[in-house]
Structures are given as C-alpha cells and as structure tokens.
C-alpha cells in the first residue's frame, strides 16, 4: 500500500488533499535541545516556550496561514471535540493556558484557520468533506480511541447536516501494531467499543499480552459510523527513529510533532514550500 503522507522537507510531511493544507511534521530541522531535538511543537513536554514558539513561526512560513491564526488546544486523552471560529484564532499558539480546555478534536468550516493538534505516537485523524468545506482534526490515543472519538466527530459533522458517505479520512502517522504492546484493561475497552465486530486489530502475544493496530482499530471506528473514504498512513512513530518522536520508544522524555489542517481561502496562493511541493508532486 502506498503513502499518502509525502516528505516536502526533513520536516515536514504533506497529504494531497485538493483545496486544505493538511499534514504531519517530524522530528528534524528545528531549534530544540535533548531530548527535544529538534522540531519539538508542544508546549507541554518541558521545553521552553521560546524555543518552541520559534519551532512553530518556523512551520508557520510553510503556509500562508500565519500563527495568529492557528488554533490549539489542552489535550487529554478525551474524547471532547469543540467546533472553532475565527474568533477561537490565536488560542494556545504560543501560551499554554490560552489553548482550549480538554479538547481532543477541533472542526470548522471557516477558511484560513489551521486547526493543531500534537502528537507522539498517538493517532491524528484528518477529517474532510469537500462539499460543505468542512474540516476536522482529532486526537486518539488508546484512551480517546475506546472513547470513540472518531465516531464522535462523524456525528458532528452529521450534526452539520454531513453525511457519513460525504466525508473524506486520513489517519495519520502513529505507533504501529509492531511496536505497540497493551493489557488485558486496554483489550478489555477496544472489545467494548468494537462490540460485535468480526474484525479484530489486536493479537495476543503471550499471556496478558496484546500487539495493539490503533490505526486499524480508528479505521474499524470509522466504517461502524458509515465513513466510506478512508486512507492510512503506513508510518509508525517508534520504528522511525530518525523521523519522529515517540512517547513509548522514548521512554515519555521526547518531543511532538504536529498535525495540521486549514481550507485555503478562496483565491489564496500557496506557500513556497507548498509550491515545491506540487512541483515535486
């Protein structure tokens, strides 16, 4: 299966939807420190803000979409997701506190907002329905994953008068089945969430012991919902060990890279890197 996420640079990875910028980072080509090094964007990790602000004004050249109008939230491992405007830019861009409380998903049909969310293993779902120009993103880890939180933002956008059948998915670079080993407590909520299905993303590797898929687990999340146009990332954070951060393979002293999604605004022209990129493309 090929990748649908293509390197624009050692920092940054694109997906080819037509009329969004949407993508993922790396952990290359920035200005952190150990154990940040060096593209670290959050500011939750120990970092300093500083540094992590320069890390972003730097992503932000990428687009035409400045940092004063990203927004960013105060992850939990929830399953929480807020509907954003114009007036939520700017939120938790380069303070912490400002960011949206115990939010895991964001969505808008706004142009020139780039939704952000972080990630260090987890799953970043990308969420797209080209008629309406809405967009989403949302963070699953195992927690926000049983919680449902895929399905969660499907009904949203259901709630928006958007059918399952009208929504394009990407899941995203996240720690794979090879690299992820989870307890009988965790298997225990993915057959809860699952239910009945005849699919299961798990095996057992010795007694007690699970290798967990938690990108085919969202993508299982997602067909229950009614969601027919699906594409997933092959990348796994922890055998990347060049390429990305990863929360488990680094023993929780690492950074995070970033998942993004903004419409363009009518008219708009692309970046220079997104002009490479198409080029290249």
């Given at each position: 299966?090929?990748?649908?996420?293509?390197?624009?640079?050692?920092?940054?990875?694109?997906?080819?939807?037509?009329?969004?910028?949407?993508?993922?980072?790396?952990?290359?080509?920035?200005?952190?420190?150990?154990?940040?090094?060096?593209?670290?964007?959050?500011?939750?990790?120990?970092?300093?803000?500083?540094?992590?602000?320069?890390?972003?004004?730097?992503?932000?050249?990428?687009?035409?979409?400045?940092?004063?109008?990203?927004?960013?939230?105060?992850?939990?491992?929830?399953?929480?997701?807020?509907?954003?405007?114009?007036?939520?830019?700017?939120?938790?861009?380069?303070?912490?506190?400002?960011?949206?409380?115990?939010?895991?998903?964001?969505?808008?049909?706004?142009?020139?907002?780039?939704?952000?969310?972080?990630?260090?293993?987890?799953?970043?779902?990308?969420?797209?329905?080209?008629?309406?120009?809405?967009?989403?993103?949302?963070?699953?880890?195992?927690?926000?994953?049983?919680?449902?939180?895929?399905?969660?933002?499907?009904?949203?956008?259901?709630?928006?008068?958007?059918?399952?059948?009208?929504?394009?998915?990407?899941?995203?670079?996240?720690?794979?089945?090879?690299?992820?080993?989870?307890?009988?407590?965790?298997?225990?909520?993915?057959?809860?969430?699952?239910?009945?299905?005849?699919?299961?993303?798990?095996?057992?590797?010795?007694?007690?012991?699970?290798?967990?898929?938690?990108?085919?687990?969202?993508?299982?999340?997602?067909?229950?919902?009614?969601?027919?146009?699906?594409?997933?990332?092959n990348y796994c954070t922890s055998c990347e060990t060049n390429v990305f951060f990863s929360h488990r393979r680094d023993n929780g002293q690492t950074g995070r890279m970033m998942a993004f999604i903004g419409r363009k605004e009518e008219?708009?022209?692309?970046?220079?890197?997104?002009?490479?990129?198409?080029?290249?493309?």
């Open positions: 299966m090929s990748e649908i996420f293509h390197p624009v640079d050692e920092s940054l990875l694109m997906l080819r939807w037509s009329n969004v910028i949407a993508g993922f980072t790396t952990k290359q080509g920035g200005f952190s420190q150990a154990p940040f090094a060096t593209f670290n964007l959050g500011l939750h990790v120990g970092d300093e803000a500083i540094v992590v602000e320069q890390n972003r004004r730097k992503l932000a050249e990428f687009f035409t979409i400045p940092l004063e109008q990203w927004v960013c939230c105060e992850q939990t491992h929830g399953s929480r997701i807020e509907k954003v405007t114009a007036r939520d830019a700017g939120k938790g861009t380069v303070r912490l506190e400002t960011a949206i409380a115990d939010t895991d998903g964001l969505y808008t049909d706004e142009a020139g907002i780039l939704l952000t969310l972080c990630f260090a293993d987890c799953v970043p779902l990308y969420f797209f329905a080209p008629t309406h120009g809405m967009i989403g993103l949302a963070h699953a880890g195992w927690k926000g994953t049983v919680k449902n939180i895929a399905g969660n933002m499907v009904q949203r956008f259901r709630d928006e008068g958007i059918m399952p059948e009208e929504v394009m998915v990407a899941i995203g670079p996240a720690i794979g089945a090879c690299c992820y080993v989870v307890d009988n407590r965790v298997i225990d909520a993915v057959q809860n969430v699952l239910g009945t299905s005849e699919t299961l993303p798990f095996y057992e590797m010795s007694v007690g012991q699970y290798a967990l898929d938690l990108k085919e687990l969202n993508r299982l999340l997602l067909i229950k919902e009614g969601v027919q146009h699906i594409e997933v990332s008219g708009n022209v692309c970046s220079r890197t997104l002009s490479h990129y198409s080029q290249q493309y």
